[in-house]
């Protein structure tokens, strides 16, 4: 069975950074893909990193590539989300999710659907 468990989250003032980890278990073979969200309550859940890892490949979207790495340990079947100067919008409940099977992530391109989720971290950055 995949679980997916996320964590590194907490308060952080303006400019501060994080680094958040989605350790993930039950995968067998590396096929999957992995994608973290944030979500804003009253607002649509937004995917903002994936990561394939078939071959380390990732993307990040516009709204957050000059502040936010995502990366990796393969033997430890963790993701990592760095999050650099970060800012009050950015508060949000973060989530990873996984689907398999995946290949590279091309750039522009995360999957769109997921088979399995974590329970989500709340991230808070103060003003």
């Known amino acids: 069975e995949v679980q997916l468990v996320e964590s590194g989250g907490g308060l952080v003032q303006a400019g501060g950074s994080l680094r958040l980890s989605c350790a993930a278990s039950?995968?067998?073979?590396?096929?999957?893909?992995i994608t973290w969200f944030r979500q804003v309550p009253g607002k649509e859940r937004e995917g903002v990193s994936c990561?394939?890892?078939?071959?380390?490949?990732?993307y990040s979207t516009d709204s957050v590539k000059s502040r936010f790495t995502v990366s990796s340990d393969n033997a430890k079947k963790t993701v990592y989300l760095q999050l650099n100067s970060l800012k009050h919008e950015d508060t949000a409940v973060y989530s990873c999710?996984?689907?398999?099977?995946?290949?590279?992530?091309?750039?522009?391109?995360?999957?769109?659907?997921?088979?399995?989720w974590g329970q989500g971290i709340q991230v808070t950055v103060s003003s």
């Open positions: 990561f394939g890892a078939v071959d380390g490949s990732t």
């Open positions: 039950g995968f067998t073979r590396d096929d999957y893909a």
């Open positions: 999710a996984a689907t398999r099977p995946w290949g590279t992530v091309v750039e522009g391109t995360c999957p769109r659907e997921y088979d399995y």
